[in-house]
T-cell receptor
Framework: KQEVTQIPAALSVPEGENLVLNCSFTDSAIYNLQWFRQDPGKGLTSLLLIQSSQREQTSGRLNASLDKSSGRSTLYIAASQPGDSATYLCAVRGAGNMLTFGGGTRLMVKP | DGGITQSPKYLFRKEGQNVTLSCEQNLNHDAMYWYRQDPGQGLRLIYYSQIVNDFQKGDIAEGYSVSREKKESFPLTVTSAQKNPTAFYLC??????????????FGEGSRLTVL
C-alpha cells in the first residue's frame, strides 16, 4: 500500500527566505504527483502537477521536482512571503488511479 | 466560472439524524471523490465515482452513502450509523482518463458538527 510522508510537519521561516518542502512515497509506480495549498478552513488549491515522465514543473516562485526512483519530490518556494503561510500537501496517483495524500507541512512565514 | 461547489459550508446536526452534503461541478469531469479531513490527520477517501450510476467505497465508507445520477453531481449522505461524523468534508473531481492531466480540483469544503 502506498504511503506518503511529508517532513517537516511544521516550518517557520522569516520573510524572504528560500525554502524546500519534502514529500516521500514508498511505491515508485506512480502516474503523477500533485502539490496543493490549503488555507485554514478552506479547500485545497492545486499548485503544481508533475507527470511521472517529468522531472520538474515551475509556476512563478514555485518549483516542484520529482525523482521517482528514490520516491521523493520537493517543492521549492523562492523568496517566501507572509502570504505563502498555509499548509502544503502532496498527493501521488498510483495503482487503480487512486490518490494517496501526505499529512502536510504547515508553513508560517514571518514578516 | 468553472469549478466545484459544495454546500452547505457549515452544517450542524443532532445525533441520530442523517444529513446530505451537496457537491456540484461544471468542469465536465468524469470522476468525483469525497474526502474527510480531521485535525492532525491527512485526507481519507470516503467514496469515489468514475462514471454516472457507478461508485466505489474508499477507505472509510462505513456510515456514509452516495449517489451519482448525474455527471455533475455527487451528493454525500452522512447517516446516523457514522459514529464520529464531526469533520471537514471535501469534494474533488478530475478527468479519469490517463490521457489527460489527471489534475485533481477541490471544492471549498463543508464543515459538519454533531451537537
Amino acid at each position: 500500500k502506498q504511503e506518503v510522508t511529508q517532513i517537516p510537519a511544521a516550518l517557520s521561516v522569516p520573510e524572504g527566505e528560500n525554502l524546500v518542502l519534502n514529500c516521500s512515497f514508498t511505491d515508485s509506480a506512480i502516474y503523477n504527483l500533485q502539490w496543493f495549498r490549503q488555507d485554514p478552513g478552506k479547500g485545497l488549491t492545486s499548485l503544481l502537477l508533475i507527470q511521472s515522465s517529468q522531472r520538474e514543473q515551475t509556476s512563478g516562485r514555485l518549483n516542484a521536482s520529482l525523482d521517482k526512483s528514490s520516491g521523493r519530490s520537493t517543492l521549492y518556494i523562492a523568496a517566501s512571503q507572509p502570504g505563502d503561510s498555509a499548509t502544503y500537501l502532496c498527493a501521488v496517483r498510483g495503482a487503480g488511479n487512486m490518490l494517496t495524500f501526505g499529512g502536510g507541512t504547515r508553513l508560517m512565514v514571518k514578516p | 466560472d468553472g469549478g466545484i461547489t459544495q454546500s452547505p459550508k457549515y452544517l450542524f446536526r443532532k445525533e441520530g439524524q442523517n444529513v446530505t452534503l451537496s457537491c456540484e461541478q461544471n468542469l465536465n469531469h468524469d470522476a468525483m471523490y469525497w474526502y474527510r479531513q480531521d485535525p492532525g490527520q491527512g485526507l481519507r477517501l470516503i467514496y469515489y465515482s468514475q462514471i454516472v450510476n457507478d461508485f466505489q467505497k474508499g477507505d472509510i465508507a462505513e456510515g456514509y452513502s452516495v449517489s451519482r445520477e448525474k455527471k455533475e453531481s455527487f451528493p454525500l449522505t452522512v447517516t446516523s450509523a457514522q459514529k464520529n461524523p464531526t469533520a471537514f468534508y471535501l469534494c474533488a473531481s478530475t478527468w479519469d482518463s490517463l490521457i489527460y492531466t489527471g489534475e485533481l480540483f477541490f471544492g471549498e469544503g463543508s464543515r459538519l458538527t454533531v451537537l
